[in-house]
């Protein structure tokens, strides 16, 4: 079965640290990218962190976690890791992982699908694997 499965969450004080993990298992998957999202009550999903699913794997970031989280991956194992430092009471949320599956149409600006996958990926644009999430909660 394709399926992307969350570890790692709970709850921390602030300036605490957490690792989430992200188990991909299933050969329909076979990402082009996996990313982080996290949704808090009230709030849009946000994109927080993706890496490229080949090669050196370049990684992208939010303002809002820039220089306190990292995206890692361990293909070996199939799994992509969050580890998160310096957490602070607003990054309280449920946490995804997501990916964008190689055979994923991109539909583009002029209604063709021809969006470029790495701006997809950059983006946090149409990924269509998703994880069941795992909470975050992180006390002052």
């Known amino acids: 079965q394709d399926q992307l499965e969350e570890s790692g969450g709970g709850s921390v004080q602030a300036g605490g640290s957490l690792r989430l993990s992200c188990a991909i298992s299933?050969?329909?998957?076979?990402?082009?990218?996996v990313g982080w999202f996290r949704q808090a009550p009230g709030k849009e999903r946000e994109g927080i962190a993706t890496?490229?699913?080949?090669?050196?794997?370049?990684?992208y970031y939010a303002d809002s976690v820039k220089g306190r989280f990292t995206i890692t991956q361990d293909n070996a194992n199939n799994t992509v890791y969050l580890q998160m430092n310096n957490l602070k009471p607003e990054d309280t949320a449920m946490y995804y992982c997501?990916?964008?599956?190689?055979?994923?149409?991109?539909?583009?600006?002029?209604?063709?699908?021809?969006?470029?996958?790495?701006?997809?990926?950059?983006?946090?644009?149409?990924?269509?694997?998703w994880g069941q999430g795992t909470q975050v909660t992180v006390s002052s």
């Open positions: 997501a990916a964008l599956s190689s055979k994923k149409r991109l539909l583009g600006p002029s209604n063709r699908y021809d969006r470029d996958w790495r701006e997809a990926c950059r983006t946090f644009y149409d990924y269509n694997f």
């Open positions: 890496i490229i699913s080949s090669g050196d794997g370049p990684t």
């Open positions: 299933g050969f329909l998957i076979n990402p082009k990218c």
